[in-house]
């Protein structure tokens, strides 16, 4: 069994941070090095946007909305995928989820990342209100 849990989201007021947390289990522990992780948002109606990726050579790209504000990281000890979010604003309000692919290119072609992820969470609301 494949299982990414996300956990840590809720409401803010602009300009504050959060920390989601993803932990990875079942067939995907150990992933570290061997998948692509990274984190991606939907509004209601509205297209997947990828926010973070962390490459299994341990890159990291941002996507050009959040760079800046945002940071992902892997803790190999918990098997845990992280999103730092600071500065909110406003239009950071979104369903968040954690993801692993064989590569990054999935998550940076927004045709790909509509329907070809191939494992995602379940997703953790972010709400941030002014």
């Known amino acids: 069994q494949v299982q990414l849990t996300e956990s840590g989201g809720g409401s803010v007021q602009s300009g504050g941070s959060l920390n989601l947390s993803c932990i990875a289990s079942g067939q995907l522990y150990g992933l570290h090095g061997r998948v692509c992780l990274g984190w991606f948002r939907q509004a209601p109606g509205e297209e997947r946007e990828a926010l973070a990726t962390?490459?299994?050579?341990?890159?990291?790209t941002y996507g050009d909305s959040v760079k800046g504000r945002f940071t992902i990281s892997f803790d190999a000890s918990q098997n845990t995928l992280f999103l730092d979010m600071n500065s909110l604003k406003t239009e950071d309000t979104s369903m968040y989820y954690c993801a692993a692919d064989r590569g990054c290119v999935t998550f940076w072609n927004i045709y790909a990342l509509q329907s070809s992820l191939e494992y995602r969470g379940q997703g953790t609301q972010v709400t941030v209100s002014s």
């Open positions: 962390l490459s299994k050579d341990g890159s990291t």
